[in-house]
């Protein structure tokens, strides 16, 4: 009912940059909180980023000052600008987003499919 299509991860060598996008798709009422977490194998999802629809941000200490989330409302879609990329930023990033869904009538969170970020030389 809800789709989160993602883009933009790849290889980049340290200190580049990429920007990441997911945008929300489907039977949506209402888009709150969105955001991007990542993950390494075996590891738990951890935090990266956060954004309210009001535009309020939270970020994980380690990518402070580096990385930047903002979101369109209008098109449901979230960024996250990544400067100043390290190796250990190397992970698979998910796009989350919590949504009221037309059918439901509730908020749901959903997940997009992952695109994998690689920072290496």
């Known amino acids: 009912q809800v789709q989160l299509v993602e883009s933009g991860g790849g290889l980049v060598k340290p200190g580049g940059s990429l920007r990441l996008s997911c945008a929300a798709s489907?039977?949506?009422?209402?888009?709150?909180?969105m955001g991007w977490y990542r993950q390494l194998p075996g590891k738990q999802r951890e935090l990266v980023a956060s954004?309210?629809?009001?535009?309020?941000?939270n970020y994980a200490d380690s990518v402070k000052g580096r990385f930047t989330v903002s979101r369109d409302n209008a098109k449901n879609t979230v960024y996250l600008q990544m400067n100043s990329l390290k190796p250990e930023d190397t992970a698979a990033y998910y796009c989350?987003?919590?949504?009221?869904?037309?059918?439901?009538?509730?908020?749901?969170?959903?997940w997009g499919q992952g695109t994998q970020v690689t920072v290496s030389s």
């Open positions: 989350n987003a919590n949504v009221k869904t037309i059918a439901a009538m509730s908020i749901m969170a959903f």
């Open positions: 489907g039977m949506i009422l209402s888009v709150y909180t």
């Open positions: 954004i309210s629809s009001g535009g309020s941000s």
